[in-house]
């Protein structure tokens, strides 16, 4: 298994490149 904190640090940045790609291709305020 990896170590957890690997584990978390995947994940948030999973979590940003979602987000940046939600504010990238939905139409927004910027």
Same mark, same amino acid.
């Given at each position: !298994?990896?170590?957890?904190?690997?584990?978390?640090?995947?994940? !948030? @940045?999973?979590?940003?490149? #979602? @987000?940046?790609? #939600?504010?990238?291709? #939905?139409?927004?305020?910027?």
């Amino acid at each position: !298994m990896r170590s957890p904190a690997l584990f978390g640090a995947s994940v !948030m @940045i999973v979590s940003y490149v #979602l @987000i940046f790609a #939600l504010v990238a291709f #939905l139409p927004g305020p910027f």
